[in-house]
């Protein structure tokens, strides 16, 4: 009875001995290598919800901007749309020179400075509809300073050609080299290229104004005719 006794004791001290010990060297190898295995396979999942959702919040201020710009122009002072800012100090220029295109001046708008990726929106207005000297009217096309909203860079096809102005956020990859599409929306003139977004591609996003809308809200407002 009594070495019974013993043996059950040395085989409970042997289990809590095993069980004492914690996990090996190769134990612990083996679960960081599945916790890796894990990550790696959330990561991409997770950067593509962050990055949906900083353009889902560059949308949204994009149509506040684009709102602020009509604001602008009912503004009884203004009567126009503003001149791009051209050195950067969130203003806008007196009056728009033959090249109308630059950055949002986003303290005369009273909007936020950057969008979600942190950068300062490129906007370009025709200076048919910023100009302070004689303001536009029904009549007025924009044909002068013509604005195109192309699919590609070669501006074969168009989505409109008489954009009264055009809003472009440079995406996530704007420090990176640009596609030629996203080249096409930096390089100063009044050619733009807004398409699909592609994964590791071209993810600039871009809004504009055409006469129609200005004149609706103008009209709208009592501003025109």
Known sequence: MIISISSHR???????GKSDRGFTLLEMAIVLAIVGLLLGGLLPVISGQIDQQRRNETRK????????LLGYAISTANKRLPCPDSNSDGTAEATCSA????TLPY????VAEKDAYGNV???????EFADSTTHFTLSTTGAANTMRICTTAACTANLTSTAAAVIVSRGANWANT??????EN??????FVSH??????????VIWISPNILFNRMVTAGQLP
């Open 99 to 102: 090249q109308q295109v630059g």
């Open 121 to 127: 929106l490129v906007y370009a207005v025709a200076k």
């Open 10 to 16: 040395l085989a409970a001290n042997s289990t809590l």
């Open 186 to 191: 930096t390089d100063g003139d009044t050619d």
């Open 61 to 68: 201020y994009m149509d506040e901007v684009r709102d602020a």
């Open 107 to 110: 303290k005369d708008l009273g």
């Open 178 to 183: 640009p596609s030629a599409d996203e080249a």
């Open 196 to 205: 699909d977004f592609v994964q590791s591609g071209y993810d600039d996003m």
